[in-house]
Every structure is written in C-alpha cells, then in structure tokens.
C-alpha cells in the first residue's frame, strides 16, 4: 500500500492551495483519510480527517481549509484558502485501512512522504 500526496509549493499570505493524496496497493477498507503537518521543531499534528460519517478539522485551520475525499478514487483532498505563514510546514497524508495482504484484516495506519507548504508573509 502507498499514499503518493502532490500539491505543496510556495505561496504569500491569503492565497490557496490544493493537496491531493491517492492510496494504491491492495486495499479491503479505508476507514479515514486525512493530513497531518509537522513544523520544525514541533509535533507532528492532526490537520483534518474525514471518516465515512464525519469530518475532523483543527481549530485552528476551521473555516480556512476543507476536507473531501473521493472514495471511488481512493483519495482525499484538503483545500487550503487564505493560507497564513503559520501554515508552513510539511504535510503528510495519512491512512487507516485494512491492506488486502495482510491476511488478518486489522486496521493499520499509513502515511505519505510528506508535501511541503511555505507561506510567505
């Protein structure tokens, strides 16, 4: 199973990006997608997540960014407006998800190599 995350870059204060993450691999079940971030220095932290029946934002990003996912496709977006410099960091799909190969069908947690978001001021 691999989660491939794109959409990071560069961007001032007030703008918006777009992250995008797709799981592959042999997959029975997702049970959340979502992103984390991880600044210099800090924790890594839960940025949003989005389970079958509800969403998860961060205080701090409500009302900023949006989560969706598109199940068909396996993925999940999160949808960054009026970004702050604050924001920088590097951002990491994750998944909780039943891998086909496993054999055991016990929820394990992936993550993506991580894509990163500079706001500049």
């Known amino acids: 199973v691999q989660l491939q995350a794109s959409g990071g870059g560069l961007v001032q204060a007030g703008e918006s990006l777009k992250l995008s993450c797709s799981a592959s691999?042999?997959?029975?079940?997702?049970?959340?997608m979502g992103w984390y971030r991880q600044s210099p220095g800090k924790p890594r932290e839960l940025v949003a997540l989005?389970?079958?029946?509800?969403?998860q934002l961060a205080q701090s990003v409500k009302g900023r960014f949006t989560i969706s996912r598109d199940m068909g496709k396996k993925s999940v977006y999160l949808q960054m407006n009026d970004l702050k410099p604050e924001d920088t960091a590097v951002y990491y799909c994750?998944?909780?998800?039943?891998?086909?190969?496993?054999?055991?069908?016990?929820?394990?947690?992936?993550w993506g190599q991580g894509t990163k978001v500079t706001v500049s001021s």
């Open positions: 691999g042999s997959i029975v079940r997702i049970d959340a």
């Open positions: 989005v389970r079958s029946d509800d969403n």
């Open positions: 994750y998944a909780a998800l039943v891998p086909g190969d496993s054999g055991s069908l016990l929820q394990s947690d992936y």
